[in-house]
């Protein structure tokens, strides 16, 4: 494993240790987690909007008229 030093400022390293206590961790196992998570785990670009407006129908192709209708009449 490799060490790295950054700089916190006082109020963002006292969130940081609060959270990490908090949680029963370490602020290095912590530190970890939380660059783990904003990082894509493959390499491959990820984007986060990707699927927002997804309503779980497979039918909106074909009655895309049907419901542009309703949405006008309201």
Do not use: C, Q, Y
């Not at 961790?25 to 990082?39: D, G, K, N, Q, Y």
């Not at 990707?50 to 129908?57: E, K, Q």
Request: proline content about 3%.
């Amino acid at each position: 494993m490799k060490r790295t030093t950054i700089k916190l400022p006082d109020d963002l390293d006292s969130r940081v240790r609060h959270e990490a206590a908090r949680r029963e961790m370490t602020v290095s196992e912590w530190t970890r987690e939380a660059i783990a998570a904003h990082l894509p785990n493959d390499g491959a670009r990820h984007f986060g909007a990707a699927g927002a407006g997804r309503s779980g129908r497979s039918d909106i192709s074909e009655r895309i008229e049907e419901i542009l209708r309703g949405e006008w009449d309201r």
